[in-house]
């Protein structure tokens, strides 16, 4: 009723400070929009929009597929760019930011003489601006997103490769392979070196690269039980070692390194733990969990200051709070133990074969089980969009021909990634996956040399 509180309340610059002080548009001007007090409420409807199609699994759902007869063999995930490796040597890469979901090949190093099937891919890593692949053979190649699919460096190992890493947000990358451990990384005229070669005791089965180094790269490398520390000044540091207690996984921060250990309870009355070790003082902060299963993966770098997230084969996922060294939170939500999780803006995804979604302490109380019959070994996540992957642990399943274009493999021998959209404002019986929609208008089905009388396609 009052025209001078109505002239106030449309003021633009109350708006922008509403809508930036909420989180939204942080990175426009208040010249950017004509009208802030619509923009806030657009923003808000698709935030509202986003929280409702995430618990009631509402969006769009795409499955990234590569050629028949291929395995999947390993997949990262970087900001929704997605790198896949398959049994044939080649490797894929995924924009899920674009509407087409384009996944050029990238092209490989050529073998001595160009003859014989080429290598399994064993491992594959990115980041926002590298791309890495390491193969049966032992060979590395490595490509930039931004000069086109060529690798830009390569490198060969005598023996197979057990652990591959790239830094977050760097250009370093390190490799495992019997004995050793090799650190490349370019130097300021971009021509790839090796800072460092570290021999060790034992065989890698987890290794890191601490984000943030200035100068060369440090990497942290767990082999059975025992923890290295390992820099170029100082090779072959050992940061923890205790006989009889392997690591089970790892995790690295700028100061900070985690790692779960197993013990036998029944013998040493300690249960399995995670352990947190400063990198600077290279001594043990604190201990936490005490359960019976084994702790199977652990984040720390994604996890928010003095919090920590680990997963358990006891089907929890625990948020450890280390000031107080006890757990803060404990999600269960299936009946398998947990083989990867993502962690992002305080929520977490636990899939075992199934996902799991709880937010802050708040657990949605809803599963997504996987179609797949692989364990999902890759998960990753942000506010609109979810990527995972089921990745066999059969590569070479019987009565198929890998080498050559064989259509008579089955796809549920193949593995799967599957990317979710839940930013699409569609109908509930639209984003309902295909296996539970599936109707009776098509009288014919898969053509494996089986002939279907009703269509079963999507089973």
Known sequence: VSRTWKILAEDEVLWYRLCQEEGFLLDMSISDHSCWKLALKNCRAREHMLKTNWKNRVGAVSQLRYEPGRVLCDVHCSDGMVMAG????EVRLWDTRTWDYTAPVLAAVAGPGGAGAPPHVSFVRINSSLAVAAYEDGTVSVWSLLLGREPIHHFQHNQHIQALALAPGGAALATASGFQVRVESPDDRGVWQTPGTFDIQKLVNFLNLVPDVTGSPVAVAAAEDIVYLLKAEDPGKILHSVYGQPVTCLDVAA??????????????????????????????????????????????????????????????????????????????????????????????????????????????????????????????????????????????PRGSSISEDDPSLHRKYRGVIYSYDFSVDQLAVDSVLPICRSSYDEVTGYNYNIGLAVPYDSL
């Open 86 to 89: 398959y049994s044939s040597g």
């Open 255 to 396: 100061h900070e390194a985690a790692f779960g250990i197993k013990t036998f309870g029944w013998l040493l009355n300690e249960p399995n733990q995670i352990l947190l070790y400063n990198l600077e003082t290279n001594q043990c902060v604190t201990k936490v969990g005490n359960s019976i299963g084994d702790f199977s993966c652990v984040n720390l770098h994604s996890s928010p200051p003095n919090m920590l997230v680990a997963g358990n084969k006891d089907r929890r996922v625990r948020v450890f709070d280390l000031r107080r060294g006890a757990a803060a939170c404990s999600v269960y939500g299936h009946q398998l133990g947990v083989s990867a999780f993502s962690v992002v803006w305080g929520q977490v995804a636990s899939p075992p074969g199934a996902l799991c979604v709880s937010e802050g302490a708040l657990y949605l109380a809803w599963l997504f089980y996987s179609l797949a019959e692989h364990p999902v070994r890759l998960v990753w996540f942000n506010s609109h969009s979810l990527i995972t992957a089921n990745i066999p642990e059969e590569k070479n």
